[in-house]
């Protein structure tokens, strides 16, 4: 049997200024280290290639987003570098994101867990279904949304960051997150949700590409020592995930899976 953690695809489809960056993972679209890189590098490459004006980000399947981290990797880790080393895979999406002059429409079909939730937050503009609920479990299993944590709280704020931090077992309706501002927009279905995203895409890769580029470098003043910040936070959760609480949290977790 192939090993979880080397499983996963990243594809793009470009299209009429439009490249469709699409992820997938057996276990609930969650995400290993070696399948991060592949989709932080994905969007940095993107985001160079002239012929796109636009991007959209989605993954695979049709219920769940995002499950965040790989359970099967987190047990896996057993010292501080290969700890801060995975936890920076998130870091280095987040920051693909931010740097990437490219605005980013996010498409999320379904539940957001965790990393799910920070890639959420890390596009531009997001599209969710009424499905999408969101959910930063970290603390649940012993460690805390660190690295997560920047695009979250830019995006909902700190109050609504924090209780979705502090209550880290409940689930926060899609409608909720509309009101906090990490959706734009909920549908009734994803076919609703698609011809939205569609309509947005077309009529950016027809508006004026440095306009946009210039419009996302104002988005995210403010944010330029992220690459030190998500860095430092990376090291917090690497050391975390080594602790006996967390190995027994993590991997209760995963025999209920």
């Not at 920076?88 to 002059?101: D, L, Q, T």
Request: proline share 3%; glycine share 8%.
């Amino acid at each position: 049997m192939e090993n979880k953690t080397e499983q996963g695809t990243v594809t793009v489809d470009i299209e009429n200024k439009i490249a469709t960056i699409e992820f997938f993972h057996p276990s609930h679209n969650s995400l290993p280290g070696k399948l991060l890189a592949k989709l932080a590098n994905t969007i940095t490459e993107v985001g160079q290639n002239d012929e796109v004006v636009v991007i959209i980000l989605k993954s695979a399947g049709e219920r769940t987003f995002c499950a965040g981290a790989s359970f099967d990797e987190l047990i896996s880790i057993k010292d501080l570098e290969t700890g801060h080393q995975f936890f920076m895979g998130f870091a280095n999406v987040i920051n693909a994101c931010r740097k990437c002059p490219k605005v980013i429409i996010g498409r999320v079909q379904g539940k957001a867990v965790g990393g799910g939730v920070g890639i959420a937050s890390a596009v531009d503009y997001c599209y969710a279904t009424r499905y999408a609920a969101v959910k930063l479990s970290e603390l649940a299993i012993g460690i805390g949304p660190f690295v997560v944590g920047p695009a979250v709280e830019r995006k909902v704020g700190t109050s609504a960051f924090s209780q979705m931090a502090i209550n880290a077992t409940a689930w926060y309706s899609p409608d909720w997150a509309q009101q906090k501002g990490l959706f734009a927009d909920v549908a009734e279905t994803a076919e609703e949700m698609d011809t939205k995203i569609m309509l947005l895409a077309t009529t950016l890769a027809k508006s004026n590409p440095e306009a946009q580029t210039l419009l996302k470098k104002v988005f995210w003043e403010g944010t330029e020592h992220w690459d030190t910040l998500l860095a430092e936070r990376a090291s917090m959760s690497g050391k975390l995930v080594l602790s006996d609480f967390t190995v027994k949290a993590i991997n209760s977790f995963k025999a209920k899976a």
